[in-house]
């Protein structure tokens, strides 16, 4: 079992910057690939960033390409999401996901742990 939660979210102006950070539980941490997903209101979950377990390999929806970086310190047990540049159109509620196996993913259905979401708010 994995417990990850999720800190770092707030209001932040476009333009501004925020950090998102997850812990987890766990002695078996680097033994997942870890994921960023979002949820704004009345839209569906979408994929952000991927990394792998090993964090030699990383993957981003096209929407943030450029602008976040996830990253991940295994002895710590965590990871992050560095937001840049950020948009009004980011505004959503943020999870972190655990995922058993090396291998980056997009597809949500296939993560086994889910944290319980940090809001993200950028006005305009």
């Known amino acids: 079992q994995v417990q990850l939660v999720e800190s770092g979210g707030g209001l932040v102006q476009a333009g501004g910057s925020l950090r998102l950070s997850c812990v987890a539980s766990?002695?078996?941490?680097?033994?997942?690939?870890m994921g960023w997903f979002r949820q704004a209101p009345g839209k569906e979950r979408e994929f952000v960033a991927a990394?792998?377990?090993?964090?030699?390999?990383?993957y981003y929806a096209d929407s943030v390409k450029g602008r976040f970086t996830i990253s991940r310190d295994n002895a710590k047990n965590m990871v992050y999401a560095q937001m840049n540049s950020l948009k009004p159109e980011d505004t959503a509620v943020y999870y972190c996901?655990?995922?058993?196996?090396?291998?980056?993913?997009?597809?949500?259905?296939?993560?086994?742990?889910w944290g319980q979401g940090t809001q993200v708010t950028v006005s305009s």
């Open positions: 996901a655990a995922k058993k196996g090396p291998w980056v993913e997009r597809r949500g259905e296939l993560y086994d742990y």
């Open positions: 766990g002695r078996t941490f680097s033994s997942f690939a």
């Open positions: 990394i792998s377990w090993s964090g030699g390999s990383t």
